[in-house]
């Protein structure tokens, strides 16, 4: 990455904090203050969803490998919200992942993640780096202090068109359909926003 395409990265991640600080700050007893990326929060952030990321992928790929996508959609149902609570329990928060597009209606996007979400897309069709789109800060409400943390998750060829492409094999979009009657998370190119790990910490 060229450092002019690092400085509109970075630019688009700010302005991304100023507009939702903005929405935050007008929200009667809320207040939300962004925190800078090299703040310890957000570096360790970062890393655990790079964690629950690189643990997902590795369990999908051996998966795919021993037997076939079939049986990787049943270790994706079960092991991604497993791997997720381990996770959380070592971050102590609440680390998930969620997108605008969800095969699993439990991680749909509260009115924050939602607007988060949008704005990667926006910031993302602007020409930034989605591997780049984060989202971090402090959000107070009545006296109770909350970290808040998003992450983009870029959609790739391999693994994840098998099973969120634009071209998902019949028998195993049956058991897509069987398994999540609601899902909407097919048709993704690569490159395209695939959602986002979310993370919630209570502060002290
Ligand atoms: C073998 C099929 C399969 C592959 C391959 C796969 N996924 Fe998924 N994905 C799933 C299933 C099943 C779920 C729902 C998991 C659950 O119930 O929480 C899911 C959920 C997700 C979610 C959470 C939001 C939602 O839609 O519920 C994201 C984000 C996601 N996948 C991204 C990816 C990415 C990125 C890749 C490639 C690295 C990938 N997936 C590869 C099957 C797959």
Do not use: W
Request: glycine share 8%; net charge negative.
């Amino acid at each position: 990455m060229t450092s002019g395409t690092a400085f509109a990265a970075r630019a688009a991640l700010s302005a991304t904090v100023l507009a939702l600080t903005g929405l935050f700050v007008s929200a009667g007893h809320a207040h939300a203050e962004p925190l800078p990326p090299d703040s310890d929060l957000v570096v360790s952030a970062r890393a655990i969803s790079m964690e629950l990321g690189g643990t997902l992928k590795a369990r999908l790929e051996a998966a795919l490998k021993e037997g076939g996508p079939q049986a990787a959609l049943g270790v994706c149902k079960t092991a991604a919200p497993e791997i997720a609570a381990q996770v959380s329990e070592r971050f102590g928060g609440t680390v998930g992942r969620t997108a605008l597009k969800v095969r699993n209606p439990k991680n749909a996007p509260d009115a924050f993640e939602t607007d988060v979400l949008k704005r990667f897309v926006e910031e993302a069709s602007a020409g930034a780096d989605v591997t780049k789109l984060e989202h971090a800060e402090i959000f107070e409400a009545d006296g109770v202090r909350t970290f808040r943390y998003m992450k983009a998750i870029p959609m790739a060829a391999a693994p994840c068109a098998v099973c969120h492409g634009q071209a998902v094999a019949p028998d195993l979009m049956q058991s897509i359909r069987d398994l999540y009657p609601e899902d909407q998370a097919t048709g993704f190119s690569p490159g395209d926003i695939r959602g986002a790990f979310t993370i919630l910490k209570p502060l002290p």
